[in-house]
């Protein structure tokens, strides 16, 4: 296995974790965003507060995503075991 094939195979892993990470974050972010905005305008400090907004935002973006990322996980991991024979030559 020669170093362009270790840092292509590493780059296309990295870049789906950024794909498939990207949309969970996005939406913990504007939801914490949103609720922190709430908790300062009306002066609740309540941690549960920001916890259950977000797990359930996240909750509702794997349901409307999961099969995209699961797809594309599947077709990552079906093309990296596709490409071992050439691999080890």
């Given at each position: 296995?020669?170093?362009?094939?270790?840092?292509?195979?590493?780059?296309?892993?990295?870049?789906l974790t950024l794909q498939l990470a990207t949309p969970l974050l996005l939406v913990a972010?504007?939801?914490?965003?949103?609720?922190?905005?709430?908790?300062?305008?009306t002066?609740?400090?309540?941690?549960?507060?920001?916890?259950i907004p977000k797990l359930l935002a996240i909750a509702a973006v794997i349901v409307a995503l999961g099969p995209w990322m699961l797809h594309a996980l599947v077709e990552y991991t079906r093309h990296l075991i596709e490409s071992i024979p050439?691999?080890?030559?």
């Open positions: 296995m020669t170093p362009e094939t270790v840092m292509t195979t590493a780059r296309e892993a990295l870049w972010l504007a939801v914490g965003v949103v609720v922190g905005i709430v908790q300062a305008a002066q609740i400090n309540e941690m549960t507060l920001s916890f050439v691999m080890l030559n």
